[in-house]
């Protein structure tokens, strides 16, 4: 059996990242176990479970949205909150107990509860429009917020004061309270007249006492019952761990004995480095895998592992699929600009926009950033309007207050906006823009993993300034020496069918090392190794 543990927390908490729908995500869901759950769920890799130890009230919902809804999962909040239901409940707001006279009001993003003159609560809904919190007030200040699971009860509530959360509460199915946690310090209280969490056994489900009636912080909690539910694993099982500083003690203290292998995602380890916890998995874990190259250089950098005791396997596949680009008259550039220096951009800017005015009139560029922020797109544009001011060119080629479309090309055949930005925060919307591009100019100093595979699958030239696994010199793109060599690399791919079309084909032929066989076959192996490793030394 191999055991996920994810690394799904809101903001270094043991929380999921649930959230209002009308707010845009601020990070993808996608990572690294999200992956190798689809790949093991849709392929039979190997018989799992997923081991979630945040308290995730909304997990069914989350599985669904990442297709793999009937996976295998044991939850430690659950164990904790003595919970034993499985199903997705319906239920509605219309179900709770409201005082007399309230009045609803449907707004476009909440329901607002009022009494009276006053706002009593308002009920929020997450991204699959299912009730997951009502915020009460009280003299228009929220005095409480209550969390609900999908499964159909009341899980958290969390009070406030001044504004400021100090307590959260954590409920069984039938509204008991089980235990409270206190925010000043972190301190555990539990409930003495409920001090047990589930454990199953072969004859069922035991309630186990928990060994102290206050913990210091809910760490403590979450080892102890994650300890006890592990009693009856067997030796030859596997635990796949994403690399996480929030849960590395608690793991390094409770798998101590067990077989490890340990996920270093990009991404996550840009945002959250690595801590003592992390070196004690690392001096015992059994393999080592990073998504990418870079990935395992900043892993050698900061543990001092060497290089071959780190196994590259990319968390996407590629697939042959087809854009529509080459049906529009305009030519679409993807320009990615999350990591381009200041001057870099402006040099960008400037290069692209003179060559669209002096050589390809239909060309078209599309700023590609990655950032979740609101106003990423109008602070681009402004960058971009900048740039050619200063360069003495039109700065309303860079118009912000509407797109480009190919109804904007006058009878010269040169629009009067030629830039435009895509926000893309998930991967869904990363595959529907590069659906409309030409070529993708990624000259990041660490390239973007994702869109490069994307490109590749789609059979885009990419423009890069650094071989990667992705993209092959004069094959299926071109490695730039120098940012003046663009416009001619750019002009290459859109003044050429032939030259298009060469690149296409070998990126199909390159895509084919990274298939999802190729991903499974990679897994396969890190178990098989494992496994062989196991029988040579004997049990631990």
Known sequence: ME???PAWYQNGDWKENEQVWYRARTVTEFDDTVKQIQLFFRKNVAPFKILLLGFSPNFRHFLHRQGVYHAPYWSCFDAMQGIT??????FSFHDLSWPEGVEFIYSPFAVIVRRGVEKYAQIEFAEDGNMFRVDM???GERTCSNVYDDRGFISCQIVYRSGVPVR??????DGVWKFARYMDDGH????PESSWYCVRTDGGIAHVPYRKPRYDKIDEMIAEVMAESLKTVSDADIFLIAMHPLHAEVLAQTLSQNKTVLSFFGRRLDENGMGEGDAALIAGADAIVADKKATALQIQKQSGLDAAAIRVITPYDSRQEFGNSLHLHVQNILLAVDQIGDADFDQ?????ADYIQKV???ARVCLFTRASRYNISGQLMHRARNALRAAGMNPDLAREDEGVTESQIDTQGLAEAVFSVAQCVDEMAVSRTLREQRVLVDLQAVPDQFLQISAMSVGMPQITARETDYIQNGKNGIVLQTLEDLPAALDYYLSSVAHANQAQIASYELGSRFTTGQLVQSWKEVIANIEHQSIAAGPR
């Open 360 to 362: 390809n009139p239909r």
């Open 168 to 173: 959260e509460q954590y409920f069984d199915a």
């Open 3 to 5: 055991y996920f543990i």
């Open 85 to 90: 239901l499985s199903d997705i409940a319906i």
């Open 188 to 191: 555990v209280i539990v409930n």
């Open 348 to 352: 960008l800017v400037v290069l692209l």
């Open 137 to 139: 007030f009280q003299d």
